[in-house]
Nanobody
Framework: QVHLVESGGGLVQPGGSSELSCAASGTIFSINAMGWYRQAPGKQRELVALITSGGSTVYADSVKGRFTISRDNAKNMVYLQMNSLKPEDTALYYC???????????????WGQGTQVTVSS
């Protein structure tokens, strides 16, 4: 079984910065892509950023140039550095990872519980 635990977030002023972290633990053989999604009240969950095991990244257009995703493969962690935050970035942010539990098992998508980011003055 695998667990993803997010940390960071909270209340941030417009124009400010914040960093989210996510740690994967449990039975892990390897981790493929890791990513961050967010869901604002009344809206669907959307992809914010994704990073492959090789370090390739994908960003939502709305966060390009402001957010940076990174990962530490040795620690099974993924990070999201958020700069120039806007009120529209307010959402519950979820960590996501495509995890292989053993050499013989297929990858499984796991989700964290979410961490709230509120951008407001």
């Amino acid at each position: 079984q695998v667990h993803l635990v997010e940390s960071g977030g909270g209340l941030v002023q417009p124009g400010g910065s914040s960093e989210l972290s996510c740690a994967a633990s449990g039975t892990i053989f390897s981790i493929n892509a890791m990513g961050w999604y967010r869901q604002a009240p009344g809206k669907q969950r959307e992809l914010v950023a994704l990073i492959t095991s090789g370090g390739s990244t994908v960003y939502a257009d709305s966060v390009k140039g402001r957010f940076t995703i990174s990962r530490d493969n040795a620690k099974n962690m993924v990070y999201l550095q958020m700069n120039s935050l806007k009120p529209e970035d307010t959402a519950l942010y979820y960590c996501n990872a495509n995890i292989v539990g053993s050499r013989w098992s297929p990858p499984v998508v796991s989700w964290g519980q979410g961490t709230q980011v509120t951008v407001s003055s």
